[in-house]
């Protein structure tokens, strides 16, 4: 059995599981969501293990 009373975050960069009351995991989400090409930084640890594997951005 799935579960399905999880709601994952409504950002689509971002692989956390959504707030209770919310469609996000965080405010971050919540103000980013007009920009799915950015990288999730809502400073959960799963979408920190995300940003570095999967940014675009070359960083030194
Ligand atoms: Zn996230
Ligand atoms: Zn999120």
């Known amino acids: 059995m799935a579960d399905k ?5 409504a950002h689509p ?3 956390c599981a959504a707030a209770k ?3 996000y995991c965080s405010a ?4 980013n969501a ?8 809502c400073g959960h640890p799963a979408c920190e293990t995300t940003a570095h594997a ?3 951005i070359n960083a030194t």
């Open 5 to 9: 009373s999880k709601e994952t975050c």
């Open 13 to 15: 960069s971002c692989h």
């Open 21 to 23: 009351d919310s469609k």
């Open 28 to 31: 971050f989400c919540e103000k």
């Open 34 to 41: 007009g920009h799915p090409d950015i990288a999730c930084a």
């Open 54 to 56: 999967g940014s675009r």
